[in-house]
């Protein structure tokens, strides 16, 4: 019997790793070019970091892998990284603090149960952490970022879908409910039931009209915001923040990105204070993120403000295809009788291939696939026979700068010429 | 065309409670018309057959384990309290269990208390805290869940096999524990911040069981039985003797701490005390006092479980404390760099912990078992012990693969065959393995009565000249016997 993974478990194939690397490359590539900087954070945390910041619901703490160490006898639990962005926070507080800003990146999993056993109990997250920006600037940037990064990956027409946790906060104080009864309004946002909301609202008419629009419609430019503005008899909280809202959808607009407000889509996280926002493609979420100035003060930090986002590899490799362009060459060597002789010659043709830019693996046993290019090699002059599937052509070779030519010349140095010439 | 599908199975099996519900539970059986002859106390058997339902097996778990065996399918249908169920649910939300039918008695409630002597008014107030809140239960599960939903900022749960109240205020903040009223946690010096949980004694039934067989009849006997005007097991309660907790609210960290056991070691301790001149009072005979007072020694003293002593040990809610080898070494095992130290033998207490299987399965060492697994002739290997981590290293140690570990509560040997292939389990004559056709393959330990001590406490001047003069005295009573 084959023993089988863990339920809820998933395997990265080579296909899929091919995926994953490519994400991973343009993700990289993007967020360096944006003066970001990769960290990495350990799989296990102690409980407390995510229960301390009062910022994960009860729903998704009851779901984590959590344990007691080998040294646990104090009861204390250590747990398998639910989350991106608390444990870089913690990273920050812990020995970047003395920075002004800090523009983080990082690629990692995230652990959770899920019931059904058929999804991914390990998701792999790439996300930002800008810790210090506070103005609507920040906001922007990484929001850009997001955008520049999905667009590079080519999977299709993103979706940019805002909200504004402030704002719902500030109406949500409008209603006076008291500490009890606000938290459990809170509780059924966190679950979706938005119509817990409207009919809290309903009580408030200072407060309903605005609700109304802002739960109901979906707004597509600033204008909506603005009209929301106007039918406001609410506080000047709200108007701040409705106002912050307004900074970053006025750019938006300014700078041509196409965008939905819809209050109602954010859920799940509570620690956001202003922007969330989130990245669909064919309706399904591939990414999100947004403000949360609160966090780094209530992990012991400084009282520094915060944005980010991450974009979720499991759903973005379902969508995405990797370039035929970027895949690398392939040689394939192989012989017909591999003695000790063309053996050495085997090794020293990859290594001369590996050296020009290509990748070369050995068929020992004659058992692999063709690929464009298979050089056989033999025992005696002219010793390489190189075998082009794709154009049906053989051609037979003494040396190995021949075969090297033959495949297309070396990689490396044409690469090095063309950064010459630019 | 599908192929056929078995024939239905007929036999119903129900998983019945010992200790405290079994009196209420017998006397359900009996007024709904289900008859087992040996559900009583005094049983050592607990395989039981309905004499007047044929079709109708049941066995007897410690209640604990009821649910967990409804839930696995090895049962179609168990009694126990909600406790127990809701303790497994919240953590295994997934599993294939149905409450059907509340009988309604051992009704209570499970509490979040905190010593009356505890600046803690409510709620709220712990939630304020910024220290981590030490929590002592023997719900864990539902411990860690509730503390988690109240947004405890930083918590630590030490699960207990009992006796919780002994806890707060020194060596626990919050005790999540069972009461009938709450009279009855004020009688322990404990105040209830909130109910989290209604309990009641529950019929459970495995979802499959439900779906797939007809177990309607003794269904329709329970539902039946509940609508009597006259139902006479809600006023049957188990004996239970009277425990005081007699703390006075003066607690200081400095002073030496010794923890006693409760249980069948309480009586030998008593005479290894005397031995050693030790003059105790509250334990010695009468009421059971969870809070002794030893003279000549200015030790303070605390009566617990043995198991859960080294776990406080190693916690420092205790310098030293009365425990088995058997549960030194499960501490150990789970723990390996703990701050405990074994710091004499008491030699009573004498049991063996063995490796046991029913005498007719085809094997006589642990090597045949494993031979049976390499072979695939057994697919898994299913061992029942409540020494999870002494069995762990066990069966680490024998090359024992795949195996799955069932934590049990005591009477272990109610789990072979059926549910369990092999036991993990301590025996002093082997008597009761044989009244129940059982032998043993392997012997892993012998173990006895120990005094285990916090490492740091025998190094801290102040502490170490009083527990030296105890031990040495304890030392030399262990001599005269």
């Not at chain 1, 920040?138 to 027409?157: A, F, H, K, P, T």
């Not at chain 1, 606000?182 to 009209?209: H, Q, T």
């Not at chain 2, 024939?7 to 409670?17: F, G, M, N, R, T």
């Given at each position: ?11 990265l194939?080579?296909?899929?790793m091919?995926?994953?690397r ?5 993700f ?10 990769e ?20 729903a ?16 204390e ?9 608390i444990?870089?926070?913690?990273l ?12 983080l ?8 149960f899920e ?28 929001l ?9 990956l ?51 008419p ?23 503005r ?5 506080s ?20 041509c990105y196409?965008?939905?407000?819809d ?22 979420r ?24 991450a974009?979720?590899?499991?759903y ?13 060459k ?20 990859a ?26 090699v ?5 010793y ?28 490396v ?10 | ?6 024939p ?32 009583t106390?005094?049983?050592?058997i607990?395989?039981l ?37 809701e ?8 599993s ?6 509340d ?20 709620v ?15 719900y864990?599960?539902l ?7 109240l ?9 207990s ?21 709450e009279?009855?946690?004020?009688d ?5 911040l ?16 439900l ?25 049957v309660?188990?004996?239970?003797a ?15 701490r010794?923890?006693?056991?409760d249980?069948h ?11 050693a ?10 009421t059971?006092?969870?809070r ?17 002593m ?24 789970r723990?390996?760099s ?14 063996r ?5 029913t ?8 090597g045949?078992?494993?031979r ?19 069995a ?50 392997d ?22 000249g ?5 031990i040495?005295?304890?030392s ?6």
């Amino acid at each position: 019997m084959i023993i089988q993974k863990c339920k809820g478990a998933y395997d990265l194939l080579p296909s899929d790793m091919e995926q994953f690397r490519y994400l991973e490359s343009v993700f990289r590539e993007s967020a360096l070019k944006w003066g970001y900087q990769e960290v990495r954070t350990p799989s296990l945390e102690y409980l407390h970091l995510f229960t301390s910041a009062g910022t994960l619901s009860p729903a998704m703490l009851n779901r984590v892998y959590s344990f007691l160490d080998w040294d646990g006898w104090s009861g204390e639990r250590v747990v398998l990284r639910p989350d991106g962005t608390i444990p870089v926070v913690r990273l920050f507080n812990e020995n970047l603090a003395h920075l002004d800003v800090a523009k983080l990146f990082y690629i990692t999993s995230v652990f959770g149960f899920e019931d059904t056993g058929t999804k991914n109990r390990e998701r792999w997250q790439l996300g930002v952490e800008l810790i210090g920006g506070n103005t609507v600037l920040s906001d922007l940037e990484v929001l850009i970022l997001g955008y520049e990064i999905l667009i590079r990956l080519n999977c299709g027409q993103v979706k940019l879908r805002l909200s504004h946790a402030g704002v719902l906060r500030s109406l949500i104080k409008e209603l006076k409910l008291g500490d009890e009864a606000e938290s459990r309004l809170f509780g059924e946002i966190r679950d979706g039931n938005w119509d817990a909301l409207r009919m809290a609202g309903k009580k408030k008419p200072a407060v309903s009209a605005v609700l109304s629009l802002l739960l109901n419609l979906k707004g597509n430019t600033s204008g909506f915001l603005q009209n929301a503005r106007a039918l406001s008899r609410s506080s000047a909280e709200f108007k701040a923040q409705i106002d912050d809202f307004l900074a970053l959808t006025t750019k938006l607009d300014a700078m041509c990105y196409p965008y939905e407000i819809d209050m109602t889509s954010s859920k799940g996280f509570e620690y956001y204070t202003g922007l969330c926002f989130q990245f669909l493609l064919k309706d399904k979420r591939i990414g999100g993120g947004g403000r949360y100035d609160g966090l780094v003060p209530l992990m012991g930090g400084k009282n520094k403000p915060a944005c980010g986002f991450a974009l979720y590899a499991d759903y973005l490799m379902e969508m995405m295809s990797v370039p035929s362009e970027t895949k690398e060459k392939w040689v394939l060597i192989r012989s017909g009788a591999m003695t000790d002789q063309t053996a050495e010659r085997c090794f020293e043709l990859a290594r001369s291939l590996h050296a020009a830019g290509y990748v070369a693996g050995i068929d020992f046993d004659g058992d692999m696939q063709d690929c464009q290019f298979t050089v056989l090699v033999e025992s005696k002059k002219p010793y390489f026979s190189v075998v082009n599937t794709m154009k049906k052509k053989t051609i037979t070779l003494s040396s190995i700068s021949e075969v090297i030519d033959e495949i297309g010349g070396s990689v490396v140095r044409k690469k090095k010429a063309a950064r010459k010439a630019n | 065309m599908s192929a056929r599908r078995k024939p239905l199975e007929k036999q119903i099996k129900l998983a019945l409670p010992k200790g405290k519900l079994l009196p209420a539970t017998a006397r359900l059986l009996a007024d709904v018309g289900i008859s087992f002859d040996n559900y009583t106390t005094e049983t050592r058997i607990y395989r039981l057959n309905s004499w007047n339902y044929p079709g109708l097996s049941a066995k007897m778990f410690h209640e604990k384990d009821v649910p967990v065996q409804v839930a696995v399918g090895n049962y179609d249908l168990g009694i126990c309290g909600s406790d127990w169920i809701e303790e497994l649910q919240v953590k295994y939300p997934a599993s294939s269990m149905v409450k059907l039918i509340d009988f309604g008695y051992d009704r209570g409630a499970l509490y979040f208390a905190v010593s009356k002597w505890q600046p803690y008014a409510s709620v709220q107030e712990l939630l304020n805290k910024k220290h981590s809140l030490r929590i002592v239960t023997e719900y864990p599960n539902l411990a860690e869940s509730a503390a988690l939903n109240l947004r405890l900022k930083k918590y630590q749960v030490f699960p207990s096999w009992g006796s919780v109240e002994v806890y707060p205020p020194e060596d626990a903040d919050i005790a999540v524990l069972k009461a009938y009223e709450e009279k009855e946690l004020m009688d322990q010096n404990l105040v209830a911040l909130q109910p989290m949980l209604q309990t009641s004694t529950f019929l459970i039934a495995n979802r499959d069981s439900l779906q797939d067989k007809d177990v309607s009849s003794i269904i329709e006997r329970f539902s039946k039985g509940i609508k009597k005007s006259k139902k006479s097991w809600l006023g049957v309660t188990a004996p239970s003797a009277p425990i005081a907790n007699t703390y006075t609210g003066s607690y200081s960290r400095s002073a030496v701490r010794l923890a006693i056991p409760d249980g069948h070691q309480r009586s030998p301790t008593v005479e290894l005390l005397k031995k050693a001149g030790v003059v105790i009072k509250g334990y010695t005979n009468g009421t059971l006092d969870r809070r002794p007072v030893i003279s000549g020694y200015d030790i303070k003293v605390k009566v617990s479980r043995p198991q859960d002593m080294p776990l406080h040990v190693a916690n420092g809610n205790y310098d030293f404390a009365v425990t088995g080898k058997d549960w030194y070494l499960d501490h150990l095992y789970r723990f390996p760099s703990s701050p405990i130290t074994k710091v004499l033998d008491l030699g009573f207490g004498w049991v063996r912990i063995v490796v046991v299987v029913t005498e007719d399965m085809p094997v006589d060492t642990i090597g045949d078992i494993r031979r049976l697994l390499q072979s695939g002739k057994m697919k898994s290997l299913r061992v029942a012990s409540e020494y999870i981590n002494i069995a762990d290293r066990y069966l680490n140690e024998n090359h024992m693969n795949p195996y799955k570990l069932i934590p049990t509560w005591g009477a272990s040997e109610v789990f072979l065959p059926e549910d369990a292939d092999v036991l993990i389990e301590n025996t002093q004559t082997g008597k009761t393995l044989a009244t129940h056709k059982l032998k043993i393959i392997d012997t892993i330990m012998e173990s006895t009565a120990c005094l285990v001590a916090n490492k740091h406490s025998l190094k801290t001047s102040a502490k170490r000249g009083i527990m030296d003069s105890f031990i040495s005295a304890i030392s030399a009573g262990v001599e005269k016997t």
